[in-house]
């Protein structure tokens, strides 16, 4: 019986490690994992973004009430995320996350 058991042991090691170390990269974000990353980056109350061709696009609203225009592309095999943001007042901003 000790290899059945060996067997399920590495059977729920792997597991474990399947499903708890399976963040991804930037290049393959949820659109949940994107919207809370490029929250917390420019500092935003508010953000909906939704699925492109490319990335995804959307809004987001920062705490002056300035609202932005987002435009998200993805990368898989980059292993990357470009976000460009555009506010009704004239603000412009940039950035990347990318895979270490």
């Known amino acids: 019986m000790p290899t059945r058991f060996g067997l399920l042991a590495c059977l729920c090691?792997?597991?474990?490690?399947?499903?708890g170390c399976g963040?991804?990269?930037?290049?393959?974000?949820?659109?949940?994992?994107v919207e809370e990353k490029i929250k917390e980056k420019?500092?935003?109350s508010e953000i909906s973004l939704t699925a492109t061709d490319t990335g995804m696009s959307g809004t987001g609203t920062?705490?002056?009430g300035e609202t932005f225009q987002l435009t998200v592309t993805q990368s898989a095999e980059g292993r990357r995320l470009d976000y460009?943001?555009?506010?009704?007042?004239?603000?412009?901003?940039?950035?990347?996350?990318?895979?270490?």
């Open 23 to 33: 963040t991804g990269h930037p290049g393959t974000w949820t659109s949940t994992q």
């Open 13 to 19: 090691l792997l597991s474990i490690c399947v499903v």
């Open 62 to 64: 920062n705490a002056d």
């Open 84 to 100: 460009e943001a555009e506010g009704n007042r004239g603000t412009i901003e940039s950035g990347m996350f990318a895979a270490d």
């Open 42 to 44: 420019m500092e935003l």
